[in-house]
């Protein structure tokens, strides 16, 4: 055969020719990483981008090879440099987790088999299976209600609100998957409080709905949906000849961790006859926790959940969970099986656990290799004593802002996440909102920390997220303590 | 601090106790995971999972820790043994990426650092940028056209006709976002082939068109749409009072591998004032090869593009793209910045690189690093020469089909996708695709390959994609061989 004797010498692959040296400067990274995550602690929590490093990313697309090493180097020096900070444990900006040495190993073993988990018989589909029945279990939702891992809380809020849009269609006799939005005779309404997480509002503008279609309800001093407000709007457009459909409630908020009243909601949801989906993107998976599962009572009567894992579950990203009571109605709203997708008695392309079918991806990465190991080798019960932990840790702080007289705690904190702000008498309202963007933006600069900003109740906040394992009170008193001199620096001169 | 101490003692952390320990089982794992990629050729290409194994996925949900190495020893037996296959040199069963070492050692860094991509002002978004900017490159698009990279062609389809409803929304004076589609006056339809992968009538699906928004055009005998039945549909069409909004081009058909007359699709959605989508999940990428580049003619011309990196570009699993050549139309039918998304002027949450505005996700993991490690230390011209080696391994496939007289050729192969069917003139057409899916079903068991099915004009055909780089003209002699002998042992008895 002298053309496969050819066409192995100048064969062109991905292969290493030499795995000898690709297996030593893998063993090179390994403990690079090891070493960079164990030592996370030392660097700024954030440091800006030298101009002359963002040039660096405005090259041409190399056509030539550059090599392993000297790519590798790059990345350290340009890349690993300049992190978000997501991993550090004075990152408070957003409800990001870190992630974890364990996680990346199991990135690593699911990236080797690099498995398509869209379907098909092979034992990744059996993982995520396992995995989705375990939230069904820590979650008390029946066993033959149905799952998909997704990129996160988006994705999820989105599959779920088109199931409940599939059986709102349903109920109207509309085909919505033939005929489209256009075929429903009345206009449809969905509820949730003003604090509700903005997935929800684009899930409604992506399925066609528009946001019209999203009626926010005030919430109360905690910032939780106001039922009496709820049940009033229902039937205001129930009299204007609108079709309410779905209630949403939340367990976390983004701005301030409230949890609705869901118990309540699910019980508005089976008198009005309403879909009642619980964004849990933040909260849900506390229900690992004893302590703090009797909060998201009545979360089990949801007809939908949507939360993520990269969150509090504190998983590399991306990963997150919906799940549907209704298993046949989640199949239906999304099931499409192409000659090329058939599914086959025996072989590769049988089995019942095709995820392309629950999901609106096809191709769809082993998301679940990562929950299924950490979730064995460290145990479910710890997960739910990290949640508490950083619950503590954010009662601590709002124990602190308390007694300082130049900070002011905007809202409850229930769950790990803080808003306050710095005050000074002399200031306006606006110049005060002004300050407290300044000191944020300051001392994420300076590299100590990073809090956030959000806004409560018009007023500017400064929003820590205690959401890392890593985290301590030391480091939130260096937060504290970086907020006062900031202010107090600030509004010297 | 009384506090911290006792904290610091019991503080619950996913990092290890002893990073010794966790160095050593990395370092094995690494270890073990280049000698399973670097050994992959012998081992069965698919082997089913025994009914033992597959019930060790239904125990419930680990409360107690199970320690690392347990846990990776029964990955090894329970998942790492019973793979799809994908990475196989003989897994032929779907355009699925076998994606490579470097891929792993990549993903292991960018899930090390584990930042979110969504937005704020870090490195990752830098290099996201810098990979979506030699994407345009490649495929002669303009500098300052937007794009973003997604979980696959799936989610870029659907982000592309959700900006191409903004589009055709904005021209009949409807607001899309705030109304939904029960505001358009008309139905609106979109034109591609019937060989258009489902992706895009799911995306139809879920913008609240409805699948009839889809007119689906006859092909060619070389499975490529037909313009002149375009052209009457749309004028049909517009007759009917029904409003002509897209036309979508596919380079790179997932039956056949047909690309269709894209500069042709360019014309008439310039004269007929529509917009241009091309679906190049699969072959969009093949613009990185000079010699196969001008197949492609008039891609550079669509408003969007649609494309897969985990597929032709090897890839790990899971990275897409969609390119939109008006920038500000692709952010205004996304962008949704709420309180907590406020962007800063400096610090963490400055810059202008919010990928959260030109996407329906808003936590993104790290997709783009890969990539640019990747087209770095190989450089995009071997890309394009791995990409013609699958084509001049299709052509040698289908040559040896056209030679045997057991076997029929069912469709030209213009990529490096082989349609085919093994053929016995004394059975019937319902006898003979019976027989063919069997053949490929006991050729998959069998652990030598796995071919896939599809349909061709009613016959049940064996789908060979070449996907890989590591394959080669022996493991498609191995295919043909076990498909003669296989339909010559099951039509003897």
């Keep these: 055969m002298r053309t496969e004797e050819h066409f192995l010498k100048t064969q062109e692959s991905l292969d290493p020719a030499d795995w000898a040296e690709t297996r030593k400067l893998a063993h090179q990274m390994m403990d690079d990483m090891l070493d960079y995550m164990a030592s996370i602690r030392e660097r700024p929590a954030w440091s800006p981008i030298p101009e002359d490093i963002r040039e660096t990313f405005s090259t041409p697309l190399p056509h030539q090879p550059e090599g392993a090493e000297p790519v590798y180097e790059e990345f350290k020096q340009t890349i690993l440099a300049y992190p978000l900070g997501d991993i550090h444990p004075r990152f408070f900006s957003w409800v990001n987790g870190p992630g974890s040495a364990?996680?990346?190993?199991?990135?690593?073993?699911?990236?080797?088999?690099?498995?398509?988990?869209?379907?098909?018989?092979?034992?990744?589909?059996?993982?995520?299976?396992q995995v989705i029945n375990w939230c069904k279990e820590f979650l008390d939702f029946?066993?033959?209600?149905?799952?998909?891992?997704?990129?996160?809380?988006?994705?999820?809020?989105?599959?779920?609100?088109?199931?409940?849009?599939?059986?709102?269609?349903?109920?109207?006799?509309?085909?919505?998957?033939?005929?489209?939005?256009?075929?429903?005779?009345?206009?449809?309404?969905?509820?949730?409080?003003?604090?509700?997480?903005?997935?929800?509002?684009?899930?409604?503008?992506?399925?066609?709905?528009?946001s019209d279609s999203l009626c926010a309800i005030p919430v109360n001093a905690n910032f939780q949906l106001d039922p009496e407000a709820l049940v009033a709007a229902i039937k205001a457009d129930?009299?204007?000849?609108?079709?309410?459909?779905?209630?949403?409630?939340?367990?976390?908020?983004?701005?301030?961790?409230s949890i609705?009243?869901?118990?309540?909601?699910?019980?508005?949801?089976?008198?009005?006859?309403?879909?009642?989906?619980?964004?849990?993107?933040?909260?849900?998976?506390?229900?690992?926790?004893?302590?703090?599962?009797?909060?998201?009572?009545?979360?089990?009567?949801?007809?939908?959940?949507?939360?993520?894992?990269?969150?509090?579950?504190?998983?590399?990203?991306?990963v997150g969970c919906v799940l549907v009571r209704n298993a046949d109605l989640h199949r239906e709203t999304f099931s499409l099986t192409p000659a090329y997708l058939k599914h086959a008695p025996r072989g590769a392309a049988s089995g019942d656990l095709w995820f392309s079918e629950m999901s609106i991806e096809l191709t769809r990465e082993f998301r679940a290799l990562k929950i299924w190991m950490l979730l064995k080798e460290f145990g479910s019960a710890k997960f739910g004593r990290m949640m508490l932990q950083t619950m503590t840790l954010a009662a601590y702080l709002a124990e602190q802002i308390d007694r300082a007289p130049q900070l002011e705690r905007l809202a409850p904190a229930p769950l790990h996440i803080v808003v306050f702000r710095y005050v000074d008498p002399a200031l306006s309202a606006e110049a005060l909102n002004k300050l407290n963007a300044e000191i944020v933006m300051e001392i994420q600069e300076s590299g100590i920390a990073v809090p956030g900003t959000t806004t409560i109740h018009g007023k500017t906040a400064i929003r820590a997220c205690i959401n890392n394992y890593r985290t301590r009170h030391e480091d939130l008193d260096m937060l504290l303590q970086a907020v006062v001199s900031t202010g107090q620096a600030l509004t010297q001169h």
Aim: hydrophobic share 45%; charged share 15%.
């Design 260 to 318: 609705d009243p869901l118990d309540t909601l699910a019980d508005i949801c089976a008198r009005e006859q309403l879909w009642f989906h619980v964004d849990g993107a933040i909260g849900a998976v506390a229900a690992l926790a004893p302590e703090i599962k009797p909060k998201l009572k009545g979360i089990e009567r949801a007809d939908s959940i949507a939360f993520d894992m990269h969150k509090w579950l504190f998983m590399n990203y991306a």
């Design 142 to 210: 029946p066993e033959n209600a149905s799952g998909v891992l997704t990129s996160g809380g988006s994705m999820a809020n989105l599959i779920a609100l088109a199931v409940a849009r599939h059986w709102a269609a349903k109920r109207a006799g509309v085909n919505v998957r033939k005929e489209g939005m256009q075929s429903f005779a009345q206009r449809l309404r969905l509820y949730c409080s003003s604090e509700t997480h903005s997935s929800v509002q684009r899930a409604l503008e992506t399925l066609g709905m528009g």
């Design 102 to 129: 364990a996680g990346m190993l199991a990135s690593m073993l699911a990236n080797t088999m690099n498995p398509n988990s869209g379907g098909a018989n092979h034992a990744a589909n059996l993982v995520e299976q």
């Design 238 to 257: 129930r009299e204007a000849g609108i079709l309410p459909f779905c209630i949403v409630g939340t367990s976390g908020t983004t701005n301030t961790g």
